[in-house]
């Protein structure tokens, strides 16, 4: 598995939600507390993106452009950025801005999984949510600016086209179908975004273009608890140990075995928050012979003991591992 696939598999937290939404203008959205990452595309008409922030600039968003916006601070999507709420979203429930609550009659779906109704001069977009979450979910987050918008392309229109098709369906399966095409969605938007002049990429990121460090990420990724020695990845991405050594640390930022280890805390961290195996057990899926040993590496890259660090979670409801 590569290294931004893994980061994808480990960082999904319960299903991604898509929705399809119609609205004829002028027409406005708050989301108050949305989730970590939100996928919002849009197939007909024009809207915007914009952060609630004093001074925050607004995105437009033209046919086929996707903006992914990370959470949790406030954003509002609207036809026009003047246009005044109409709705705000907070905890799953829709209210007016003046705090009172909108009737459940009219948060029904016009269609499975679709509200509004197709009407002349409607804007029509895709909004899909992710609970990314620990320290995979940190690390896939950490490409991207609060904001960020995709123009429209070859690659992700039809993306987006099966995926609108799907959404309306209400067939066997159809979740599992919904959530694969979303991914897919992020994915070549997440590619697109990485490739263009304007993004600020982790240098991981960046390393993986280099065919023999890219492989040795992708070699640490698919076992991380495996012994890996700095000579046996040099010999498996054909390079000397010294010249491995030197690639990795310019193009990574970091040296080989600091990169391993601190990818192997961050999956010992999820998963002592998000499973119940002993020290023993998460020590071992990540490459420590004994508790102990992970121990130590976990309070020296943490601050604090394993044990203490799952009872914070549990007491916090914490999701994110930095």
Not at 3 to 14: H, I, P, Q, W
Not at 18 to 34: F, K, M, N
Not at 185 to 213: K, N, S
Request: hydrophobic share 45%.
């Amino acid at each position: 598995m590569d290294v931004l696939s893994d980061l994808l598999v480990r960082a999904r937290a319960g299903n991604t939600r898509v929705r399809q939404l119609i609205r004829r203008p002028p027409w406005s959205v708050t989301y108050a507390d949305p989730p970590p990452l939100t996928v919002v595309a849009t197939l007909g008409g024009c809207a915007s993106a914009r952060f609630d922030d004093a001074g925050a600039a607004a995105a437009p968003l033209a046919p086929g452009d996707i903006a992914l916006i990370k959470g949790p601070g406030r954003h509002t999507i609207a036809d026009d950025p003047s246009t005044p709420p109409g709705f705000v979203i907070h905890r799953g429930k829709k209210h007016f801005p003046d705090g009172g609550e909108v009737t459940e009659q009219a948060q029904q779906p016009s269609a499975p999984r679709t509200y509004g109704d197709s009407l002349p001069g409607a804007t029509t977009m895709l909004r899909g949510a992710y609970d990314l979450h620990g320290d995979a979910g940190a690390r896939l987050l950490d490409m991207l600016p609060p904001l960020a918008v995709v123009p429209a392309g070859p690659r992700t229109r039809p993306a987006l086209d099966l995926l609108a098709t799907e959404i309306a369906q209400d067939e066997p399966g159809q979740d599992a179908v919904l959530a694969r095409l979303l991914d897919l969605v992020l994915v070549l938007a997440l590619r697109a975004w990485c490739a263009g002049p304007q993004a600020e990429l982790p240098a991981w990121y960046r390393a993986l273009e280099d065919p023999a460090i890219g492989d040795a990420l992708r070699l640490m990724h698919a076992d991380p608890a495996h012994r890996w020695t700095v000579a046996a990845l040099a010999t498996r991405v054909g390079m000397s140990r010294a010249a491995f050594a030197a690639r990795f640390t310019t193009l990574a930022g970091q040296p080989p075995l600091t990169y391993l280890t601190g990818w192997r805390m961050a999956l010992g961290a999820d998963l002592l928050r998000d499973t119940e195996a002993t020290v023993a057990a998460v020590a071992r899926t990540v490459g420590y012979e004994d508790a102990f040993a992970f121990s130590v590496a976990f309070k020296r890259a943490r601050g604090v003991s394993p044990s203490t660090w799952r009872r914070t979670c549990a007491d916090t409801g914490t999701t994110t591992g930095r």
